[in-house]
């Protein structure tokens, strides 16, 4: 049996959103007659649904939590929001077990058939329900969903590969078990320069996010002496408007320029993490990620996932917090 989490920072709520696929949090306070009553219910449900790192059921002490109460907005209690994959999915108000019970069960429905069917999961593991090539860093989560897809736009695309959108994807990379190669069954989703190894990648937010650090995979053929390299020299910008131009590029300071060595890519999964200097990182509508050059002699660089990490959203005054009774 296992028992609502009691969240006890916004560090620790950050933490528990990015090491579980669905995350139930009930947001209540002491003096609030609804929150006590349909508590034994929300109990009862996290001991019969609870799975680690798939379903993980939370509290949220309105009066003792106040930054987390007003990052959600959240007005009256109790309240109940699902998040899945880190983003609030569904949120409910008021005491209502019946709208809370049929939420909750179709949710853990919903997880135990992507068991079924295989979803896949990474050499390394999950975050939030997707495929990761490297650790999560601590107290953040996979912001990848904050992505705009429709925004997106790549320069020198090989457009006889994957879409651009295809390095955003959650699952795990095809060819991550046939070095390098899709299997014939299994589509190209990957994506790869063109006519020389530098790519331009605008990538768009749907909200304002705070980054972290970027997980980047790559995984070339090692048996081609024609196959793609994986980046070396990035340079990126930030809250850029539109895509970069090459020329434009080289003189636009970047935000932060670095250099992926060898030994940064881990060699299970192909996958470097990118540090970045989280001061220059605040309040971002836009990345441009521009892959300056490649890892030795290839002609063309190669990208299997982009995985992004922080924060996402703006807080919001905290209203007047007012308890709402039993609904029919």
Known sequence: ???????????????VLSSSRIVVT??????CGPCKAVAPMYEQLSAQLSRPSTITFTKVNTDEQKEITSTYNVSALPTFIIFKAGRE??????ADPK????AVKQLAQEAASADDDGEP?????????????????????????????LGLDFLNLDGELGDKRTVFDGSKPSSANMKGKASESSKKDWIESDTDEQLML????QAT?????IQLTSIPPKDDEEAPVRPKTIKLYTNRSTVLGFDEADDTPATQELEIKENDWDSKTGTAKVELRFVKFQNISSLVIFVVDGEGDG???????????GETGEKRAMGKLEKIGDQD
């Open 1 to 15: 049996m296992s028992k609502p989490v009691d969240i006890t920072s916004t560090q620790h709520f950050s933490q």
């Open 26 to 31: 009930d947001f209540w306070a002491d003096w």
């Open 89 to 94: 999915t569904k949120r409910i108000k008021g």
């Open 99 to 102: 709208a809370l019970d049929a």
């Open 121 to 149: 999961v990474g050499d390394f593991g999950t975050t939030g329900g997707r495929w990761t090539g490297a650790e999560a860093p601590r107290n953040y989560s996979d912001i990848t969903d904050a992505v705009d897809l």
């Open 202 to 205: 605008f990538i768009p937010f």
């Open 209 to 213: 996010v705070k980054l972290h650090s």
């Open 299 to 309: 002609e063309k660089t190669r990208l299997d996932r982009v995985r992004l990490f």
